[in-house]
């Protein structure tokens, strides 16, 4: 299931950056009103959205799942790694991630969303490189509204670059999109090489890879996460953390078990932004409590 809002431009790619952005600038106006239609929030899924060689080299030197840099998000609603420091990612992988938050992107990807006043993060507040093996999942969801660490900052835009090469439909993975009442999902994108999605991340904007993944032993669906803000009084709206839901064939110990762990993560959450903890010494924590156990 895809949607009018998938989009391959085929022009030459800039040489310097692995990020092409001649080549999308041409195109910008059509994929602004592609962007700004999608349904069920504004949306777009674009093909070979990196330099294609740049975007091999970043599958080939994606950090192995046994890496100690890894923090690991394991509970009832999300089964995957995640690595947010920029100075623990490999060179090429580095580089990206500076393209995607240079001045010149962030204001590419201002025109495409019609927002103005786009920030990127270097901190990676909950992006960065995420990875998830057989079993993973991630739980239908809205993101959290605003940076831990920047209350001021307001989460407008979520940018997710595949690096699967040879990925195979049946193993899942793909990124579903639901409907605001959380009857059906709308549509769904596979997290194939060089593939992009992009979105408007707001109280409606219900998405994630729900169904536990089939891929082989040793085969991981790895992606790079980069989330954009706004600036504004952090009380104009309401302060959301992540709010997950169930899908209507969960059924009701399921749905009871996805709603008490989002009421942990919201804890955690307002703990987080208060004390300024990270996830990674949290996760250091877990995982030396379970060796003790």
Same mark, same amino acid.
């Not at 439909?169 to 999605?197: Q, T």
């Not at 891929?215 to 600036?231: D, F, I, M, Q």
């Given at each position: 299931?895809?949607?009018?809002?998938?989009?391959?431009?085929?022009?030459?790619?800039?040489?310097?950056?692995?990020?092409?952005?001649?080549?999308?600038?041409?195109?910008?106006?059509?994929?602004?009103?592609?962007?700004?239609?999608?349904?069920?929030?504004?949306?777009?899924?674009?093909?070979?959205?990196?330099?294609?060689?740049?975007?091999?080299?970043?599958?080939?030197?994606?950090?192995?799942?046994?890496?100690?840099?890894?923090?690991?998000?394991?509970?009832?609603?999300?089964?995957?790694?995640?690595?947010?420091?920029?100075?623990?990612?490999?060179?090429?992988?580095?580089?990206?991630?500076?393209?995607?938050?240079?001045?010149?992107? !962030?204001?590419?990807?201002?025109?495409?969303?019609?927002?103005?006043?786009?920030?990127?993060?270097?901190?990676?507040?909950?992006?960065?490189?995420?990875?998830?093996?057989?079993?993973?999942?991630?739980? !239908?969801?809205?993101?959290?509204?605003?940076?831990?660490?920047?209350?001021?900052?307001?989460?407008?835009?979520?940018?997710?670059?595949?690096?699967?090469?040879?990925?195979?439909?049946?193993?899942?993975?793909?990124?579903?999109?639901?409907?605001?009442?959380?009857?059906?999902?709308?549509?769904?994108?596979?997290?194939?090489?060089?593939?992009?999605?992009?979105?408007?991340?707001?109280?409606?904007?219900?998405?994630?890879?729900?169904?536990?993944?089939?891929?082989?032993?040793?085969?991981?669906?790895?992606?790079?996460?980069?989330?954009?803000?706004?600036?504004?009084?952090?009380?104009?709206?309401?302060?959301?953390?992540?709010?997950?839901?169930?899908?209507?064939?969960?059924?009701?110990?399921?749905?009871?078990?996805?709603?008490?762990?989002?009421?942990?993560?919201?804890?955690?959450?307002?703990?987080?932004?208060?004390?300024?903890?990270?996830?990674?010494?949290?996760?250091?924590?877990?995982?030396?409590?379970?060796?003790?156990?």
């Amino acid at each position: 299931m895809t949607s009018p809002s998938t989009i391959d431009v085929a022009a030459p790619a800039d040489s310097c950056s692995p990020f092409p952005l001649q080549r999308w600038q041409a195109g910008l106006p059509h994929l602004g009103d592609a962007y700004r239609s999608a349904k069920p929030v504004p949306h777009i899924y674009l093909d070979e959205f990196l330099v294609p060689a740049a975007a091999r080299a970043l599958e080939q030197e994606f950090p192995k799942p046994d890496s100690d840099a890894w923090t690991h998000y394991q509970h009832q609603n999300e089964n995957k790694h995640g690595m947010t420091k920029r100075e623990a990612f490999p060179p090429q992988l580095g580089m990206t991630v500076d393209a995607l938050n240079s001045p010149q992107f !962030v204001a590419w990807l201002s025109e495409l969303t019609g927002i103005p006043g786009l920030l990127a993060d270097p901190m990676l507040e909950g992006g960065g490189l995420h990875q998830s093996g057989r079993g993973g999942y991630l739980n !239908v969801h809205t993101d959290f509204s605003h940076h831990h660490y920047h209350q001021n900052w307001k989460r407008r835009v979520n940018l997710i670059v595949y690096l699967n090469e040879g990925w195979q439909d049946e193993w899942g993975g793909a990124i579903e999109l639901w409907d605001s009442s959380m009857r059906h999902c709308v549509a769904k994108y596979p997290p194939r090489l060089n593939c992009a999605f992009l979105f408007n991340t707001n109280d409606i904007s219900y998405h994630g890879f729900p169904t536990p993944l089939t891929c082989p032993e040793g085969v991981s669906r790895k992606s790079l996460a980069l989330y954009y803000y706004t600036v504004e009084s952090a009380a104009h709206t309401p302060v959301r953390s992540t709010n997950y839901r169930a899908r209507p064939e969960d059924g009701p110990v399921k749905s009871a078990l996805i709603w008490l762990d989002k009421k942990a993560v919201d804890l955690y959450s307002r703990a987080k932004a208060r004390f300024g903890f990270s996830d990674e010494f949290v996760s250091r924590v877990l995982a030396l409590l379970s060796r003790k156990k």
